[in-house]
């Protein structure tokens, strides 16, 4: 196993700190960790090995069901009821916390090691305030009395950033943000001052803006307090500017680990390269096709004898299913678990990124949009939710502005990109199309018929021809019901044909979305993530839809199946001419799927025009920030300029002028009293801006993140 | 929470005057002439002045007279309703105090021997009728052992009763035992729950130990729903209370109504019936406080 080594791509990260110098801090040595549920046997962590040095930081990549969570968790023995180590060593400085007793550990966790999760809205209290919380960690170590422990909480609020620490440690979780949560999760982990952090997918559950917000604040705190930080997570742009050292999980066994701008400029292992070539950053726009890992992750229940990746490998060959590969390799530092190993050109860089940067510097093909009639046109779309107060009679002390004047159209057989961070209302502009709830203000034509005016059966007839999709396909699936019954719903919802003819229908677009057609038999429960957004894709097109509402559609999905889904959804908008209304709070899903992207800010659509155009050369500050905001794996850096900071303000009073003012960098005097309107912006085609100081279009050639940049 | 303490205030008031309107629906309808002179003054005449009239009564605390005792309803009331609070409210006490460590063993050793074992002897208690449970009890302990009195408090009042705990054990152990069941059944389930969110996970990875992860994480948390319950079953620990009373021979609202109800003594029975619909929305309503005061996210959302 490697020891820690020096950074050599991420700009000297090490605080300080010699590297590799003395003994690791954290060393797993052939770990191996079952979880025992309903009668079934799970090798999730299966002989993983790993070291963090002091000061170090170790990002753990996978994609879910990999095996990472388990070894953080195996790390502290926190694991779920049923999870067993069953055998290898986890030492922390020379001690023993696989041996150690329940009570020793506990002086462990919380004070050597902290540990923060996923999702903070979960992850907190409900009835207990931010400061207890935080002051519970430091009674459990340092022993003080309440008033001190309670004054350490509010400092390490503070340290960790949280506006106004003193009111907050007064306050519930339910009265947070979600940044303001998983800096509340964060402090609880830093309380005592751990040697080592483990964050498990510490920003999954958060917006791009916020996600960056943190991130920074984990790596500032780690070089201040110079503790190391174990970094677990599916995305591969959160640790790729963040961690000294990468290691990749794949079937519950580390594949290939290196310095982290080793596994990203040259990765070795097919399973890392495959992964890296499935991120729509890298996708070129147009007709490009993502590369997607076919197949789904192994069944950790019976894992198959040799290379777990070989099922899904295009280099396999039949000795990799019968042997299992070392974690070794040829170069000092760089581990790889692969008999056949990705090839590399002369200069040691990966082939197919030159081919991609080669791809990008062509305005992709897709760029003149033929003219279509629209299928939908929106105009000056308005909804307000009303607030009420009062204790008997509930009166209206103001109103949520979800939905503020929002105009668009789709043409036929094209996808409208619809971005915006949470609470932007670009999900309540899908309700409202989709009928299921009522504008206050404005038109939705589809196909010419304006919805609000129809009644009856007319409304129904052109309901049927809008569809929606949603971010979680399992709670949109009846879980009593079989495949074959929930795409025979809609048809006799509507009526629609014959009932001898329902089964084919069903056995015909069941093959449409590549299941296989036993699946007509089974229950929601019984299919992936990715088979569920396909089952859920069937019956958005059952009834033969012109346009499908795609609300968040692989948002919840892993990389390697999320291009599975975008790429069936472009072929099948291909062949039926579909037209998608793409709804993401991910600029580069929407930028490979749409061909024309909006912005929404608080309930305005900020910004309009062209896919690729926006994403190259954003004239609004926000989609600027928001671009910034994604983490580029390839570069390893997020953007120079500053991000957008902070979280949006309440839309129930939605600041005067520009909605974007409170956040935005360029903002004058004029942008408190004047609202900008949503007008062609200056020297650009076919592109409309709402704001006082729209950014100067980038010159051809410029850096953008959203695209591979491989210098 | 002033809001939100109104508002339930307001639907518990708008509830009440529903069972005013149906108590008075069924006292009109009780059969016997001489119902007229017991219902009072009756000047007015049409269903609604004659309820608003009979209301302003009951405001007054004129629930009628007696037909059997030849004494006010609400005498009769004064004496036996501090009794039977006294008996219920000990057996609820007593439940809790069971119920509460019971259902929380039980989430922690799920569906081991432990569990099964406690979740089959308080269904055992919870599925024997009241009055099969009662007599056991009175044979065994009372008669047998002879460790406690066969026949419940006789002493008057709520003191009388709460200070006679040699007479007061078996009935209330009767009326506890059946309710131990329930209170530890929901505590079990949202106790497990609780034991796996997201939060308790936190509480162990800050250091905290078992018990303090129990205590201050998974108990209050769980308590939650048992609250609603506790204000939920105050009607059927009263339906319980009719039953006990009846076997230890306890002056109390049970044993007055069952007694009225046998003689047809209506005032009696609808006066008795309208105190006891008052006390489930008090109940439900005093529930719906407790909730508030535990769960933070209630008292502010003001909903």
Redesign the interface.
């Known amino acids: 196993m490697t020891s820690s080594l020096p950074a050599t791509g991420s700009g000297g990260v090490q605080g300080g700190r010699p590297a590799g110098a003395g003994e690791p801090l954290l060393q797993v040595t052939d770990l191996h960790t079952e979880i025992r549920r309903a009668g079934k046997l799970v090798r999730a962590v299966d002989g993983v090995s790993l070291t963090v040095g002091q000061g170090e930081s170790l990002g753990l990549v996978g994609e879910s069901g990999c095996g990472k969570t388990m070894t953080a968790l195996s790390v ?1 023995r ?1 694991l779920p009821p049923g999870g067993v180590i069953t055998s290898g060593r986890v030492t922390m400085a020379g001690l023993d916390l696989t041996a150690m007793a ?2 020793d550990l ?6 050597q090691i ?2 923060v ?1 996923q ?1 903070p809205a ?7 305030t931010i400061g207890d ?1 935080v002051a ?2 430091v009674l ?2 340092r022993g003080n009395d309440r008033r001190a422990a309670l004054e350490r909480a509010v400092q390490t609020l503070r340290l960790v950033k949280m506006p106004e620490p003193e009111r907050v440690a007064a306050q ?1 979780p ?2 947070l943000s979600g940044g303001m949560r998983q800096r509340a ?1 964060i402090a ?2 830093l309380a005592c001052e751990p040697r080592l952090l483990i964050a498990d997918e510490p920003t999954t559950a958060l917006d791009v803006t916020v996600q960056r917000e943190i991130l920074e604040l984990i790596d500032e705190l780690r070089h201040r307090l110079g503790m190391a930080v174990i970094l677990v997570t599916h995305d591969l742009g959160v640790i790729a500017g963040r961690t000294d050292r990468i290691a990749v999980m794949y079937g519950g066994r580390i594949v290939e680990t290196a310095a982290t701008a080793t596994v990203l400029g040259r990765p070795r292992h097919p399973y890392t390269e495959a992964l890296m070539r499935a991120l729509p950053e890298l996708a070129a726009t147009g007709s490009g096709r993502l590369a997607s890992i076919p197949g789904l992750p192994p069944d950790l229940t019976e894992p198959a004898g040799g290379c777990r990746f070989a099922a899904r490998c295009e280099h396999a060959r039949e000795y990799c299913a019968s042997r299992v590969p070392e974690l070794d390799g040829d170069h000092p530092g760089h581990s790889y678990a692969c008999f056949f190993p990705v090839a590399q050109a002369a200069d040691g860089s990966a082939p197919w990124l030159n081919q991609l940067s080669t791809a990008n510097g062509h305005p992709p093909a897709a760029a003149a949009v033929p003219q279509q009639p629209p299928v939908l046109q929106v105009q000056g779309l308005t909804k307000h939710f009303a607030v009420t ?4 009679l509930a009166r209206r002390v103001g109103s949520v502005s979800a939905v503020d004047d929002v105009s668009f159209e789709i043409a036929a057989g094209q996808t409208f990109g619809l971005v915006g961070e949470s609470g932007c209302g670009k999900s309540t502009v899908a309700r409202l199309i989709a009928g299921v709830a009522q504008p206050d203000a404005g038109s939705i034509l589809f196909r010419g018929a304006d919805l609000n005016q129809l009644t009856g059966r007319d409304l129904r007839g052109q309901r049927a021809g809008i569809q929606l999709m949603f971010q979680d396909a399992y709670g949109s699936l009846d879980p009593r019901m079989r495949a074959a019954s929930i795409l025979r719903e809609p048809l006799l919802i509507h009526n629609s044909g014959r009932k001898r003819a329902h089964r084919r229908t069903v056995a015909r677009l069941l093959d449409e979305v590549g299941l296989p057609p036993d699946t007509a038999d089974r229950f929601a429960r019984q299919l992936s993530g990715g088979q569920r957004q396909r089952l859920a894709l069937a019956r958005a097109l059952i009834l033969q839809p012109r346009l499908i509402i795609a609300d968040e559609p692989v948002s919840a999905l892993d990389v390697s199946v999320q291009a599975q889904i975008l790429n069936l959804m472009r072929k099948l908008q291909r062949q039926y001419g579909l037209s998608y209304l793409f709804i993401s709070h991910d600029l580069s899903v929407v930028r490979y799927m749409a061909d024309v992207i909006g912005v929404m800010y608080l309930g305005k659509l900020v910004e309009l025009g062209p896919a690729h155009e926006i994403a190259a050369s954003p004239s609004h500050p926000y989609t600027r920030g928001l671009i910034d905001a994604i983490p580029a794996v390839l570069t390893g850096k997020d953007g120079a300029r500053p991000a957008i900071s902070g979280e949006p303000p309440s839309p129930t009073n939605p600041p005067s002028g520009c909605r974007f003012r409170t956040r935005c960098p360029r903002a004058e005097q004029i942008c408190a009293e004047q609202e900008p309107p949503l007008v062609p912006a200056a020297g650009r085609t076919g592109r409309l801006t709402a704001c006082h100081f729209p950014l100067p279009p980038v010159p051809p050639g410029g850096t953008v993140q959203v695209t591979a940049n491989t210098e | 929470m ?6 339930r205030v ?1 639907q518990a008031l708008v509830v009440l005057v529903v069972v005013t309107l149906i108590v008075y629906a069924l006292l009109t309808r009780v059969p016997g002439s001489a119902l007229g002179a017991v219902l009072g003054p009756h000047a007015a005449s049409g269903f609604l002045p004659r309820y608003f009239s009979w209301l302003n009564q009951v405001l007054h605390g004129n629930l009628g007279f007696s037909l059997l005792h030849n004494e006010p309803v609400s005498t009769l009331l004064a004496a036996s309703l501090p009794r039977t609070v006294a008996l219920t409210g000990t057996a609820v006490l007593l439940a809790l105090i069971v119920a509460i460590p019971v259902g929380m063993l039980q989430a922690v050793n799920k569906n081991k021997l432990v569990d099964h074992v406690l979740r089959a002897l308080t269904l055992l208690c919870y599925g024997t009728p009241s009055f099969v449970l009662g007599s056991v009890l009175i044979l065994v302990f009372a008669v047998k052992l002879k460790w406690f009195g066969g026949e419940g408090p006789q002493a008057p009042g709520f003191v009388g009763v709460i200070t006679d705990w040699r007479d007061l054990t078996l009935p209330v152990l009767t009326l506890a035992l059946l309710t131990i069941a329930l209170f530890s059944r929901y505590l079990r389930s949202s106790a497990i729950d609780s034991l796996a ?3 308790v ?10 018990r ?1 992860v129990l205590r ?2 998974v108990l ?2 769980s308590l939650l729903p048992v609250v609603t319950l506790i204000g939920l079953t105050v009607p059927q620990i009263l339906a319980g209370a009719v039953v006990v009373e009846s076997i230890f021979n306890f002056q109390g609202m049970g044993y007055q109504l069952w007694y009225a109800a046998e003689n047809h003594d209506f005032p009696v029975v609808l006066g008795f019936t309208l105190v006891i619909g008052v006390g489930v929305v008090a109940g439900s309503l005093l529930a719906d406080v407790g909730y508030a005061l ?4 209630v008292r ?1 959302a ?1 909903r």
């Open positions: 502290l926190l329940e009570t506990e002086r462990v966790r919380g004070g902290g540990m999760f999702d979960s992850s907190l209290n409900p009835t207990m919380q519970e960690a459990l170590h519930f339910h009265h999760m609880i982990a107060r009062g204790a008997l | 002033t809001a939100y303490l109104a508002r307001l969110q997201d939060y996970r936190t509480a162990r990875a800050k250091g905290a130990g078992e303090r201050r994480h209050r948390n535990l769960d933070p996210r502010y003001g």
